[in-house]
């Protein structure tokens, strides 16, 4: 299927570490919430417009597939043409900024300029020089047409850039030790798995609301005996990109210590969309 590539950015809030926000005690999306207009982006739109506002120097990496396979992925599941529009630079905050909801629901609505029409969707990603107020967020899906992907709080979960997270206590808890487990995984492949996390959540995924075909949410919570519940609206398939660990910081540093992160819609995922196009 032919695209444009004109540019690109993106970006939700469970409970605690979460990547959607709900805004509710259950799962139940709100008419505003993600995933509400989820029949939308997987069966009417021909076109779906990804427009990207980003701080300076806060976008993919050009020299890697990262992008290109953004797109690939929401074409695999919306059966809609992917055009990137690259929009504006935001103001620099630097990496330590603590971006609050208010401030991302405010530039969502100062900033995106691209209409929904008749045959045309719309997500508008936030492309954060920072990180977000709830600490470990790597992604937040906030609206029912845009997520923020945090560049600072990816940046710290790769280990690329010596960052107190990269260093682990010694036995005698004097001292730091550098981190010397397995090799951690490039900032763009955490960027590709979280932005294809974040817009899965837009599609609805997983039983947020889309229906599925076969049972694949996450059932058991994964942190008992704490207010986080990953489980919601997560695939219970750990080689799917909505699978629950790709919420936070701590959670992708220990499922990426190889190298990989998954970034690929599972064929659950696929299934559930496709049974919605069926039904067109």
Request: with cysteine.
């Given at each position: 299927?032919?695209?444009?590539?004109?540019?690109?950015?993106?970006?939700?809030?469970?409970?605690?570490?979460?990547?959607?926000?709900?805004?509710?005690?259950?799962?139940?999306?709100?008419?505003?919430?993600?995933?509400?207009?989820?029949?939308?982006?997987?069966?009417?739109?021909?076109?779906?417009?990804?427009?990207?506002?980003?701080?300076?120097?806060?976008?993919?990496?050009?020299?890697?597939?990262?992008?290109?396979?953004?797109?690939?992925?929401?074409?695999?599941?919306?059966?809609?043409?992917?055009?990137?529009?690259?929009?504006?630079?935001?103001?620099?905050?630097?990496?330590?900024?603590?971006?609050?909801?208010?401030?991302?629901?405010?530039?969502?609505?100062?900033?995106?300029d691209t209409e929904v029409a008749n045959d045309t969707e719309v997500m508008h990603v936030l492309f954060l020089d920072g990180r977000f107020?709830?600490?470990?967020?790597?992604?937040?899906?906030?609206?029912?047409?845009?997520?923020?992907?945090?560049?600072?709080?990816?940046?710290?979960?790769?280990?690329?850039?010596?960052?107190?997270?990269?260093?682990?206590?010694?036995?005698?808890?004097?001292?730091v030790c550098e981190?010397?487990?397995?090799?951690?995984?490039?900032?763009w492949k955490v960027t590709r798995a979280v932005g294809i996390h974040e817009a899965g959540h837009l599609l609805g995924l997983v039983n947020s609301p889309l229906p599925m075909v076969q049972d694949h949410e996450m059932s058991e919570d994964p942190e008992p005996d704490t207010p986080a519940q990953e489980n919601r609206s997560h695939s219970s398939n750990e080689s799917s990109v909505m699978w629950w660990q790709l919420d936070s910081a701590a959670d992708i540093r220990e499922i990426g210590e190889g190298g990989e992160v998954p970034w690929r819609f599972g064929e659950q995922d696929v299934a559930d969309a496709r049974a919605i196009q069926a039904e067109g």
């Open positions: 299927m032919a695209r444009k590539a004109l540019g690109i950015t993106l970006l939700v809030l469970v409970a605690s570490s979460g990547c959607t926000f709900l805004d509710a005690l259950g799962p139940n999306v709100q008419a505003r919430g993600p995933g509400a207009a989820y029949d939308s982006y997987l069966a009417e739109a021909e076109t779906v417009v990804v427009e990207i506002d980003h701080a300076p120097g806060a976008l993919w990496d050009e020299d890697t597939p990262a992008e290109e396979q953004f797109v690939d992925e929401l074409e695999r599941v919306t059966a809609a043409e992917i055009e990137i529009r690259v929009d504006e630079e935001l103001p620099e905050q630097g990496e330590d900024y603590a971006y609050a909801l208010g401030e991302l629901r405010d530039l969502h609505a100062e900033r995106q107020a709830q600490e470990g967020t790597l992604g937040l899906s906030f609206d029912t047409r845009a997520f923020a992907l945090f560049k600072g709080e990816i940046r710290d979960s790769t280990c690329e850039n010596d960052a107190p997270v990269c260093q682990l206590p010694c036995p005698d808890d004097e001292v981190r010397k487990a397995t090799p951690a995984t490039r900032e």
